[in-house]
């Protein structure tokens, strides 16, 4: 129903890949939560399911959770040489009621399209509908709806699509394949104009956060994942080990 081959739709699943509705009152639309105040609403809502203590916190594992989006429409591009549609509109999260807390998959209103021709330039429309006219418009609206700092919520876009770059190049065994990855991100990364990122976004809000192909990983800002676990552990690439942040 997808357009998309067994193999692809495993690959994808692991980036949270939904292939139904839940019917959980918690499923939303990708277009609704662009609105600041339906947003603060929903966060509120979500925010005992993920252990958030506050609206802030909640926002910033949803943005983790975009992440991983982000990267499902990068990977199926880049690998696959398909498309799922990136508009707000045509997708919804989809929470299972029977879950542990929210944990969101992606559902999405329409197959996957094979890009044929001009890929180059389909990449470049790619970078433009899945920040542009998504993922900014969503961190706008989280710092408006909670005051979160959009760096923070950047990064946790990010570290998803680094990682996912990342794995492909340990993943894929054509050389052709391997290089055009390495070509898309860097595309990513150098060449693409900062408006493809966001309305008002100046200069490229995730090259800023990548420290080089062997260089060992090390966030700028703290995610604030550490404080809904009662242990406070942190992780290995955390901030915080070099420098207190205060929660508020
Ligand atoms: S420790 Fe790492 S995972 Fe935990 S909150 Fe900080 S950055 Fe996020």
């Known amino acids: 129903m997808l357009n998309l ?4 739709l495993e690959s994808l699943l692991r980036f949270g890949l939904g292939t139904k509705r839940t019917g959980s009152l918690l499923s939303v639309k990708g277009a609704q939560l662009l609105h600041a105040g339906f947003l603060k609403r929903y966060l509120g809502e979500i925010k005992g399911g993920l252990n958030a203590p506050n609206e802030k916190v909640a926002a910033s594992l949803m943005m983790r959770r975009c992440g991983m989006m982000t990267a499902l429409h ?3 591009f880049t690998a696959c040489g398909k498309r799922l549609p990136a508009d707000p509109s045509l997708m919804s999260w989809e ?3 029977g879950g542990q807390g929210w944990a969101p998959s992606f559902y999405f209103e329409q197959e996957a399209e094979v890009v044929q021709e001009n890929r180059r330039q ?3 429309k790619l970078t433009e509908d899945v920040f542009k006219h998504h993922v900014d418009k969503l961190i706008t609206a989280c ?3 909670c005051s979160i700092s959009k760096k923070i919520l950047w990064e ?3 570290v998803y699509l680094f990682w996912m770059y990342e ?3 340990t993943e894929i065994t054509d050389p052709a394949l391997k290089k055009q990855a390495e070509q898309d991100f860097c595309y990513i990364l150098y060449e693409a104009e900062p408006d493809l990122f ?3 976004v100046c200069e490229n809000p995730l090259a800023k956060f990548y420290q080089g192909q062997d260089a060992e990983q090390t966030r700028s800002t703290c995610c604030l994942y550490y404080v809904t676990d009662k242990s406070g552990v942190t992780c290995s690439t955390c901030p915080r080990k070099k420098q207190k942040e205060r929660v508020s």
């Open 5 to 8: 081959t067994e193999k692809e």
């Open 74 to 76: 990068f990977y199926l």
């Open 95 to 97: 929470i299972d009621d």
């Open 122 to 124: 389909e990449f470049e």
């Open 143 to 145: 710092f408006q709806a």
């Open 156 to 158: 946790n876009i990010a």
């Open 167 to 169: 794995t492909l190049q």
């Open 198 to 200: 966001g309305a008002d």
